[in-house]
């Protein structure tokens, strides 16, 4: 037994609307920090096939 819903307009009404302050705000103080890549876990799934990178 399927029951077949008709799709929802989820978007609103208005095309541009402001955004609450609360979630655009600036965190973290203007701090750095790091936006690496896990690179570990990549090379452990390359050594799991056997298939190595070159040294040079």
């Known amino acids: 037994a399927s ?10 009404d ?5 955004m609450n302050t ?5 965190t973290g ?11 570990l876990v990549i090379n452990f799934i390359i050594s799991l096939e056997g298939i190595y990178p070159s040294q040079n």
Do not use: E, K, R, W
Request: aromatic residues 4%.
């Open 14 to 18: 208005q095309a541009n609307t402001n």
């Open 3 to 12: 029951s077949a819903s008709v799709p929802q307009d989820l978007s609103g």
């Open 29 to 39: 103080g203007s701090q750095p920090h790091d936006n690496m890549q896990p690179y």
């Open 22 to 26: 609360g979630a655009i705000g600036s």
